[in-house]
């Protein structure tokens, strides 16, 4: 009779938990949240290890940027009612909302964004964003990665054919020195009705994850159990661990280490460090801050959320990524994201005049006027931008819908041009007039501006060399 052998998935849990006996001891599995049929359900498909091809190794390339904040806006914002203004257009397509001049002459902006208008001068606009997938998870992929999903399907799902997101792949192949993590995303995991893809390592393992956490920095017990180890435990819970000490010492001598477990060995150790790192503890340490530059960020979740993404770069986080909304809205004047079709009797344009534009026109320029006073400004990339723009033509219910064909993205630091806007609209604001760029061309620039080679392989799933990046980065925009 042949012994009963251990399933992969227990084997890749068991032999990355071998190497962190004094994680376990500590109450380890807790410190980032994980359980033990999480794991497994992790390892369930063990990624590729990450590989970069020697004929496509790193060229030399000088980074601009040392850090990218990415404030994704999950929804679509309108194009045409903020930075795409179009006046003469017909009334029927220009909107109800008049443009204000900026500081910089010819670049108006919404009437609703006074304090925007007046940082203008630190930003790229790009006008002329296109693609062609209509659905906010496919899209939402799209924006994330830099890669066409395979399909524009509200039902995609998150699966590890999929690419990883911006920051796993920095992660991979320009990681931060230090305790400090690479790559940060909070403080929510968006979705459509399914997970939207794009959000994690998918097959560069799970060592390059972000570090997530969902707590609320706006919060007045704003913590990170994460980082904190636990300060007491019951006799219960002792002995359970220690009997799992005892599974683990027995299974560990017969066990190989996958590819797999080494990645979750990696990620363990990775956080070890942090549970090291006083750097890292201060910087989520909000209560730091001088209360009025907490007030002027705003006293809400995305407001502290973007004060807290400042820290991060001061502590040498290299990409972060803030998430608006957890989901993509359109009827609450309160919450959630900026897809303000008009229904069950909404509208638009109510909506974003209460709750979007006035946190827009909050935040971006304090963020901006932030960083530019302790000298950051030139060497973090902000990257304001959602996964499509609205119709021209606006709808019966006196709103507008998806519009991936012309759309406005927003950088400003990291090495872009100040006060310069690229590409354009056609009259009505529906597709690009010249220089379109797709989501593969920015990826590639904010690749490209962090000192990583856009054309540098890593091997997928099923051992398959894919390019970080399909597209060009768009070099008239760089300073």
Request: hydrophobic share 35%; proline share 8%; charged share 20%.
């Amino acid at each position: 009779m042949s012994k009963h052998k251990p399933s992969s998935a227990c084997n890749s849990f068991l032999a990355a938990a071998h190497s962190r006996r004094s994680l376990l001891r500590v109450g380890g599995l807790g410190l980032l949240g994980l359980t033990i049929p999480k794991i497994l359900r992790a390892e369930e498909k063990p990624a590729a290890a990450p590989w970069t091809s020697p004929e496509k190794a790193l060229k030399a390339i000088a980074p601009r940027a040392k850090s990218v904040i990415f404030l994704y806006q999950f929804g679509g914002p309108s194009h045409i009612d903020m930075f795409d203004m179009k006046p003469d257009a017909p009334e029927g397509i220009r909107g109800p909302h008049k443009g204000i001049s900026s500081n910089v002459p010819g670049l108006p902006v919404s009437e609703h964004l006074p304090r925007v208008a007046k940082i203008m001068d630190k930003v790229t606009l790009i006008r002329s964003m296109t693609h062609t997938m209509k659905n906010h998870n496919s899209a939402s992929y799209y924006a994330l990665t830099g890669h066409a999903p395979p399909v524009d399907d509200i039902r995609l799902k998150d699966t590890l054919d999929l690419f990883p997101a911006y920051g796993s792949v920095v992660s991979r192949l320009a990681p931060s020195s230090g305790e400090v993590p690479t790559s940060v995303s909070y403080p929510y995991l968006i979705r459509d009705g399914a997970v939207t893809p794009g959000q994690h390592a998918s097959f560069l393992g799970k060592a390059n994850d972000p570090f997530f956490f969902s707590q609320d920095p706006n919060s007045p017990d704003f913590a990170l159990p994460e980082l904190s180890l636990p300060s007491d435990l019951s006799i219960g819970r002792l002995e359970e661990r220690r009997e799992l000490q005892k599974l683990i010492d027995r299974q560990s001598r017969i066990l190989d280490q996958s590819a797999a477990a080494r990645g979750l060995d990696d990620y363990y150790t990775k956080a070890l460090a942090m549970l090291n790192s006083t750097k890292l503890r201060d910087a989520f340490n909000l209560s730091a801050e001088k209360p009025a530059l907490r007030d002027a960020y705003g006293r809400h979740t995305y407001g502290q959320s973007l004060l807290l993404s400042r820290r991060l770069v001061e502590a040498g986080a290299k990409f972060i990524t803030v998430y608006f909304s957890d989901s993509i809205g359109g009827q609450s004047f309160t919450s959630g994201g900026w897809d303000t079709h008009g229904f069950n009797n909404t509208h638009m344009y109510p909506i974003v005049e209460k709750y979007h534009l006035p946190i827009t026109n909050q935040t971006l320029p304090t963020l901006l006027n932030d960083l530019e006073d302790r000298g950051l400004l030139d060497t973090t990339l902000v990257l304001w931008m959602g996964e499509f723009g609205r119709t021209p033509k606006i709808n019966s219910q006196a709103s507008r819908d998806h519009w991936p064909q012309c759309y406005t993205v927003l950088l400003a630091g990291g090495g872009v041009k100040r006060g310069f806007v690229y590409g354009a609209s056609d009259k009505n604001g529906a597709y690009p007039a010249k220089d379109p760029v797709r989501p593969d061309d920015l990826a590639a620039t904010v690749f490209y501006l962090l000192g990583i080679d856009p054309s540098t392989q890593v091997r997928g799933l099923g051992d398959r060399p894919v390019n970080i990046s399909d597209g060009k980065p768009v070099m008239d925009i760089l300073a």
